[in-house]
């Protein structure tokens, strides 16, 4: 079956304590994978797409990696403004179409 | 500005009652989705339509209803059917079918009680 899961599904940082999310699969045909991030009550906002193993993406503090079996979102000094939902989606072939399959999420919460 | 909208931010239906859930787009983009999210669990795809006067059901796509008949707009109902209806509901769109990132709006709260 295909499957995303994210861990941990919630995690508590100090202010410039760096620490990575992971999101890791189990589906075949794997056709690229999304970060995004959800700040409460609103919608995803798009992060970054990697498409092969080896990939990596930055933005301002966060780093995305990708490996055959996992993608890891590293967050360097984080700052408050960083705490938020973190969602990792996978783009795969199934049932006759593309589609995506999204993770629970990780909640971080970074404090001053 | 370009971008999704949806409304109202928040809804509150009686059981056995029908609503409609909007979203309007303005970013040119030919492919719509909606999609549920529930505490604890990851997005899911309700329907989802590549161009207009076309649609097709995604994984939970029973008890809820949709059209395309402008490329900017993709409203969703939500029938008596539903067995769950209260959920936070999210459209995204993106420049093709499934072949760009998709782009949220901020998303509808139903509630049905």
């Known amino acids: 079956e295909d499957q995303v899961t994210q861990s941990p599904e919630a995690l508590r940082l100090q202010e410039g304590e760096s620490s990575s999310l992971n999101c890791s699969y189990t589906?075949?045909?794997?056709?690229?994978l999304f970060w995004y991030r959800q700040d409460p009550g609103k919608g995803p906002e798009f992060l970054f797409t990697?498409?092969?193993a080896g990939e990596e993406k930055e933005k301002e503090r966060l780093k995305a990696t990708l490996t055959k079996k996992e993608s890891f979102l590293h967050i360097t000094a984080p700052k408050p403004e960083d705490s938020a939902t973190y969602l990792c989606?996978?783009?795969?072939?199934?049932?006759?179409?593309?589609?995506?399959?999204f993770g629970a999420g990780t909640r971080l919460a970074v404090h001053p | 500005d370009g971008g999704i909208t949806q409304s109202p931010k928040y809804l509150f239906r009686k059981e056995g009652q029908n609503v409609t859930l909007s979203c309007e787009q303005n970013?040119?983009?030919?492919?719509m989705y909606w999609y549920r999210q529930d505490p604890g669990q990851g997005l899911r795809l309700i329907y989802y339509?590549?161009?207009?006067?076309?649609?097709q059901k995604g994984d939970i796509a029973e008890g809820y209803s949709v059209s395309r008949e402008k490329k900017e707009s993709f409203p969703l109902t939500v029938t008596s059917a539903q067995k769950n209806p209260t959920a936070f509901y999210l459209c995204?769109?993106?420049?093709?079918?499934?072949?760009?990132?998709?782009?949220f709006g901020p998303g509808t709260r139903l509630t049905v009680t």
């Open positions: 995204a769109s993106s420049r093709g079918p499934l072949s760009y990132e998709q782009y």
């Open positions: 589906v075949s045909g794997l056709r690229g």
């Open positions: 990697l498409y092969s």
């Open positions: 989606a996978v783009r795969l072939f199934s049932g006759g179409y593309n589609k995506l399959i």
């Open positions: 970013l040119n983009h030919d492919a």
């Open positions: 339509s590549q161009i207009v006067n076309d649609f």
